[in-house]
């Protein structure tokens, strides 16, 4: 037993020096665009960026309009989408990336899996 412990002991502190390490996305260049945009966005947009609401209700169809506005005029962060379908959330997702000066941060309902959030797919089990 002592020996279990040494050696979990021993491999933890070997990853422990790997763990230092910054991921590959995570660049000087990455931060500094992120300060360039941060330092042209108004206190407004700012505060829109940490919004990330609820982009439909399950099994009824996005309020395209809605959801056109909130990025045009809240200047919103992201949205989280809920169960349609994924061809449809993927149209609407680019068209409102397309309209927004800030990448937009999606999100999906997956707490149930695949079948839970996206309509079409098939061949996805329920957990």
């Known amino acids: 037993?002592?020996?279990?412990?040494?050696?979990?002991?021993?491999i933890g502190l070997?990853?422990?020096?790997?763990a230092q390490r910054e991921p590959a996305f995570y660049t000087g260049y990455a931060v500094k665009?992120?300060?360039?945009?941060?330092?042209?966005?108004t206190?407004?947009?700012k505060i829109g960026q940490l919004l990330?609401?609820?982009g439909n209700v399950s099994g009824k169809p996005h309020d395209v309009e809605k959801l056109k506005g909130w990025v045009r005029d809240y200047k919103i962060g992201g949205l989280v989408f809920f169960a349609s379908s994924p061809t449809v959330q993927a149209r609407l997702t680019n068209?409102?990336?397309a309209m927004s000066r800030v990448p937009l941060f999606i999100g999906e309902d997956f707490e149930w899996g695949l079948p839970c959030a996206w309509t079409a797919p098939t061949g996805f089990p329920m957990p």
């Open 1 to 10: 037993m002592q020996r279990y412990h040494w050696l979990v002991l021993f």
């Open 14 to 18: 070997a990853l422990a020096g790997n």
């Open 33 to 41: 665009w992120v300060d360039s945009v941060m330092a042209t966005l």
């Open 43 to 45: 206190l407004d947009e």
């Open 52 to 54: 990330m609401p609820r």
């Open 95 to 97: 068209e409102l990336q």
